[in-house]
C-alpha cells in the first residue's frame, strides 16, 4: 500500500455509516414486511376491491306451529358501474331513459350518476324495485353497459303487526350501531340489522353471510375486473314457542276490547315457555324496511308505538293480589280457612271506612267465598291477622320486585309494597296501608309478565320459570344452534292444603264468581279477576287464569291486561278464554268441543305492505 | 465475458464481486421495472428505453474499465469544461419535462446531463484534492473544492433539478472528508449549504402560510430580501451580535478563539446572500417546484399519501413477496413513480423481504467492494475517485431506502440501477466502470 498522507481511519468511518445505514433498513423491513406483513396485506387488499354487498336472507321466524312470522323475499336493487368511459350527454341519456320506468326524479338520478362517475365507485341507484319495471330495465341494461341489476333478500314480515313487539324490527345502521360494528366485516354503513325485539336480541343468528361482488380498482378507483361473486349464507332460524292460533286470539281480543290498549301473556307453566306474546297498541315492522317511494302513502309522522305493555308497563295489580294475600293468610295459621265474615259493604278500620266492591256488601264470608267474590271485607279482616310484613314476604316469594329474566330488554320490576319499604324510608305504616296492601291497591306495582308469572306458579305449585321465547335455533345447513331448555329461578314453598285451597278459589271464581266469562267447555278453568283502581282514568281491567284438561297438569296460564277496561269480569276475562281455547284447541278437539274459533292469523288486518 | 476489459489485464485484476453485484441489481431492477409498467400507458416507450440503454450502459462500462483512469486527472480541464458545456447547452437546447428543463431529446431517447456531470464532478474534485493535499487542512482547499462546485450548482439550479444537488453536495462533503479536511472547515461549509438552502425555503413557507407576518419578526425576516437596505441591516446585526457573544465569552473567559465567530457570521451572512440569490433567480414555476418538493404536502394527492401506498405495498410483500407481476399495490397504480423513485415498493410487494435484503445486500456489497478499491488504489487520485463514487452509491442508497422506509424526508431520489431511467443507468455503470478501473490498475495483490 503506498503512501496517500491520509489516514484510513475515515474511510473506516464512511464504512461503518454504509453498513450502519444498511443493517437499520433491514431492522426497518423486518418491521415492515416480517412483522406487519398480514397487517399491510389486508390494507392492500382492501384497497384494490370495492364490494358491493349483497344483504343475505335473514333466518327466518317461524311460531312453534310453524307459520311463518318473519320471512325474508328477492328484492332487486338498480346498480351503476361506472367503469365505462361515459361522456356527460350518453349520461344524460342514461338518467333520462332510467328515470321514465324508475318513477325517479331525473336530476337527482343524473346527479348520483355524476357523483359515482367522478368518484368512480358503483352506486346503488334504485333499491326495491318492483316486478312491473323489471322488464323495461333489463332491457335498457343491454342498451346502456354499466347499469345492472342485482338481488338481494329483504326482510318480510306477512302478517304485519303481528306479534311486533316481541319480533321487534330491523332497520338502518345509526352511528351507534356503526361505531359497535364498524370493524365487523359483515357489516357496512348501509347494512341493516334488528333494532328492537327478537330482531335484536338474534342479530348475529339471523344475520347470516351477506353474499357480494368483488370488484377490482385501481388507484383511481376506476374499475378492472370482477374479482368474484361471492354467494350469500343465510341466516339462521329461529323457532318459536308463540302459538300462532293463541297469539292470534291474544291479539284479537286486545284490539277489540274497549280501549284497544294492553297486554296478554301466555305462559306454560310446565316450562316458561311463552305460548302468546300480545302488546297493543303494537306497529307494523314492514314500515322500517320500505325504502323512499314506497313510504309516501303511510301516514306521516306518526310516533312509533315501541312501548312494550307486557314488559314494561307497570300496573296496580287490584284484586289478582288477592292470590298473594291468600298465601299469607293460609301460611300465616292466624285464620282458619272455614272462619266466617261478616261483610256488609265495608269495613270500618277507625280512622277510616274501607269500601267493599260491592256495596250491598256479601254477608257472612269463609275463604273461598272470599276469594271466589273477590270479597274486600274478608281480605281486609283476614289480612290484618295474617299481618302486613307476612303479605310482603309473600308477595316477594312471587318474584314481585323482581324481573321475571325473560330475555328481552328493559323490563321493568313492578314494585313491592309493604312495611319494610316504609321502615327503610324512615316513615310510617298505618293501618289502611295493611287494607290497601291486602287489596292490591296502594303502592304495588305489577307488569302483565309478573302476573302471567304468578298464575303459572299456582298452577305448578309454585315454580318460576324463566320465561323464554325461542324453541330451537337451526342453521341454514341444518345443524340446530340452540335448544332452550326450562330453567327454574325460584320457588314459593307452600302447604299442599294452602295450594289446595287457593284452586279451590281460583275454580270457584269461575264457575260461580266473577269470573264466569272464562268458563270453556271441555275444561276447568281457575282465575281471578282484578280490577285495579287508577287515578288517571278508568279502571284497569285484569284477568290471569290457567286452565287445565283431564286433570293432566296444566298446559297453560295467561295474564290479561286490558288498559281502562274497568272491568276484569267483563273485559279482560273474555280474552283469556280465547286465548286458552285457542292453545288448547287440540286437547278440545280430542273431546269433539268445537272451539267457538279464534281466527287465522293474519285474516283479520291487512297483511304487511301490499308488495 | 462478453467483452474483455482491456489489454494485459489478469482475471485477478477484475473485481467480479463488485461486478457481479452491480449485474444481478440491474436484473432485478429490470424486473421490477417490466412489472411495475405493465399497466402504464408509457409501457412501450419504458421497456424500449431500458432495453435501449442497457446495452449502451455496458458499452460505456466495458470503455470505462478499459481506460486507465488516470486519464481523467490529465484531461481534468476537459472534463470539467465538458459538463459545464452539457448542463449550460441543455438549457438552451433542452426540453421541459415535469417543470425542468433538464432533457436533451434524441430521435429513440433523452438524455439527462446531471447524472454523467456528477460522475465529471467527482472526477474533477478528486483532481482538485490530490494536487492540494498537502494544505488541505487549511480552510482555502475546502472553500476552492466547492468553487469547483458552484458552477455546476447554478447551472443545475436554473434548470431546476435540486434532486441534483441534494446528491451531489454531500459527495463533495464525503470526497472532502476521506481526503482529510477538517471538520470544523466541513461544518463551516454544510452550515453555508443549509442556510442557503433554508432561507429560501422558509421564505417559501411563509408565502404558502400568510397567517404566519402576523407575527412582526416573521414579517421583518420576510422582507429581508426585498431591498439592498434591509440585507445590509440584517449583515450588520448579524455582524454586531456575534462580536457581542464573542466579547461576551472574552469576559467568561471561554476559551473560545474569535474565529469561530468571525466564520459564524460569514457563514450566516454569505448563506444569507446566496438564498437571497437562489430565491431571485427562480421563477414561479421553479418556486412551485421547490414548494412541492420540500413541502410535499402542497401536492394535491399527499406525499404523505404516496409514501402510505408505498409503504402498504412493501408490507404486504411478507417474507416471499405476492409474485413477480402480481403485486396489487404497484400494478393497480397504489403507488407513484413506481418504475423510478419508488422502484423498492415493487420489489418489496412482488418479491418480499427476500428481495428487499437481496438489495440491501448487494447494496452493502457493492459500497464494500468500492471501498477495498479505494484502499488499493495505486494513487491518491484512484483512491479520492472512488471515494466519491463510494459516496456517491451511499448518498442515494441512503436516501432512497431512508425515504421508503419513513426514515428521512420524501425527496425525489431514484435508486440506481434498480430504477428506471436510461441516463442515470449509463452514468452509473460508467462509474462502476471507472471503480474497477481503479481496482484493475491497483498495485498491490491483496
Known sequence: ?611 | MIFTPGAGLRKNRVDWALFFAAMLLLAIGTIAVFSSVAVLPQQARIIRVQLIAIPIALAVLAAAWSLNYQIYQDQWKFVYGFILLILAGVLLFGVVDKGARSWYRLPFFSIQPSEFARVGLILVLANFLDKRIGKIRELPTVLGAFALCVPVFLLLIKQPDFSAILITFPVALIMLFAAGASVFHLSIIVGYGVISGLFPVLWSIISLNPELLDNPLVGYFFHLSDSWGSASLFVAAVTFGLWLLWRLSVQLYANVTGVYFAGAALVLILGFFSGVLVKNQMKDYQQKRLEVFLSPETDPRGAGYNLLQARIAIGSGGIFGRGIFSGTQSRLGFVPERHTDFILAVVGEEMGFWGMALVTGLYALLLRRIMQGARLARDRFGYLVNCGIFGMFLVYFCMNFGMLLGLTPVAGVPLPLVSYGGSNLVATLMAIGIAESVYARRYALV
Request: charged share 25%; net charge positive.
Open chain 1, 1 to 611: 500500500m503506498i503512501d496517500r498522507q491520509i489516514s484510513q481511519g475515515r474511510l473506516d468511518l464512511l464504512w461503518v455509516l454504509a453498513y450502519a445505514a444498511a443493517i437499520l433498513f433491514l431492522l426497518r423491513l423486518v418491521n415492515l414486511q416480517l412483522i406487519g406483513g398480514a397487517h399491510y396485506l389486508e390494507i392492500a387488499e382492501k384497497n384494490r376491491t370495492q364490494i358491493i354487498a349483497q344483504a343475505a336472507p335473514r333466518g327466518r321466524i317461524f311460531s312453534s306451529d310453524e307459520t311463518a312470522i318473519a320471512t325474508s323475499k328477492p328484492s332487486f336493487s338498480l346498480i351503476y358501474f361506472p367503469g365505462h368511459a361515459k361522456t356527460n350527454p350518453e349520461i344524460d341519456r342514461m338518467a333520462k331513459a332510467l328515470a321514465r320506468p324508475l318513477g325517479a326524479d331525473y336530476e337527482e338520478l343524473r346527479r348520483n350518476i355524476y357523483k359515482a362517475a367522478s368518484r368512480e365507485k358503483p352506486v346503488r341507484l334504485a333499491e326495491n324495485l318492483p316486478p312491473k319495471i323489471m322488464l323495461a330495465l333489463s332491457e335498457l341494461k343491454a342498451v346502456y353497459p354499466g347499469v345492472d341489476i342485482i338481488v338481494e333478500a329483504r326482510r318480510y314480515y306477512p302478517f304485519g303487526a303481528y306479534l311486533s313487539h316481541l319480533v321487534g324490527y330491523i332497520g338502518k345502521m345509526d352511528t351507534r350501531d356503526w361505531a359497535a360494528r364498524s370493524r365487523d366485516k359483515n357489516y357496512s354503513m348501509d347494512s341493516r340489522l334488528g333494532k328492537a325485539g327478537l330482531e335484536k336480541m338474534y342479530e348475529r343468528e339471523l344475520k347470516g353471510k351477506d353474499g357480494g361482488i368483488y370488484l377490482e380498482v385501481d388507484s383511481r378507483g376506476k374499475l378492472n375486473r370482477v374479482l368474484e361473486s361471492r354467494k350469500w349464507v343465510p341466516g339462521a332460524d329461529i323457532f318459536l314457542t308463540i302459538d300462532s292460533k293463541a297469539q292470534a286470539a291474544a291479539e284479537e281480543g286486545l284490539q277489540k276490547s274497549a280501549t284497544g290498549k294492553g297486554a296478554v301473556v301466555a305462559l306454560d307453566p310446565r316450562t316458561g315457555a311463552i305460548i302468546a306474546f300480545a302488546s297493543m297498541p303494537d306497529y307494523d315492522p314492514n314500515m322500517f324496511v320500505l325504502s323512499g317511494s314506497e313510504k309516501e302513502g303511510l301516514p306521516a309522522g306518526k310516533i312509533l308505538p315501541e312501548f312494550n305493555v307486557a314488559l314494561q308497563g307497570s300496573y296496580p295489580p287490584g284484586s289478582i293480589y288477592k292470590i298473594i294475600t291468600s298465601a299469607a293468610i293460609l301460611e300465616s295459621g292466624r285464620v282458619p280457612p272455614s272462619e266466617k265474615f261478616h261483610c256488609p259493604g265495608y269495613y270500618d278500620a277507625g280512622s277510616r271506612v274501607f269500601k267493599c266492591w260491592q256495596k250491598k256488601g256479601h254477608g257472612q264470608v269463609d275463604f273461598i267465598n272470599g276469594l271466589s267474590n273477590s270479597c274486600d271485607v274478608y281480605f281486609y279482616i283476614a289480612g290484618q291477622r295474617a299481618g302486613a310484613l307476612n303479605i310482603e314476604k309473600y308477595a316477594r316469594a312471587f318474584r314481585l320486585g323482581q324481573t321475571s329474566g325473560i330475555a328481552l330488554p328493559e323490563e321493568k320490576q313492578g314494585n313491592v309494597f309493604g312495611p319494610s319499604g316504609r321502615a327503610a324510608k324512615k316513615s310510617y305504616w298505618f293501618i289502611g296501608d295493611t287494607l290497601n296492601l291486602a287489596i292490591g291497591q296502594g303502592e304495588t306495582l305489577m307488569t302483565p309478565m309478573q302476573a302471567a308469572a304468578e298464575i303459572a306458579a299456582v298452577a305448578n305449585g309454585g315454580i318460576f320459570h324463566r320465561p323464554y321465547y325461542v324453541d330451537r335455533i337451526v342453521r341454514s345447513d341444518g345443524q340446530q344452534a340452540l335448544q332452550n331448555k326450562p330453567e327454574t329461578m325460584s320457588r314459593v314453598q307452600l302447604k299442599d292444603s294452602t295450594w289446595a285451597l287457593i284452586r279451590e278459589g281460583l275454580r270457584s271464581v269461575v264457575l260461580e264468581g266473577t269470573g264466569q266469562a272464562a268458563k270453556i267447555q271441555g275444561a276447568e278453568i281457575y282465575g281471578k279477576t282484578g280490577t285495579a283502581q287508577n287515578p288517571q282514568g278508568k279502571d284497569h281491567a285484569w284477568f290471569v287464569a290457567y286452565a287445565t284438561v283431564n286433570n293432566e297438569p296444566s298446559k297453560i296460564a295467561v295474564a290479561v291486561l286490558v288498559e281502562h277496561g274497568e272491568h276484569g269480569a267483563s273485559a279482560a276475562a273474555p280474552i283469556a278464554k280465547a286465548v286458552i281455547e285457542a292453545a288448547l284447541r287440540s286437547d278440545l278437539k280430542a273431546k269433539n268441543i268445537k272451539p267457538e274459533g279464534p281466527l287465522l292469523p293474519g285474516t283479520t288486518r291487512q297483511a304487511g305492505a301490499n308488495l
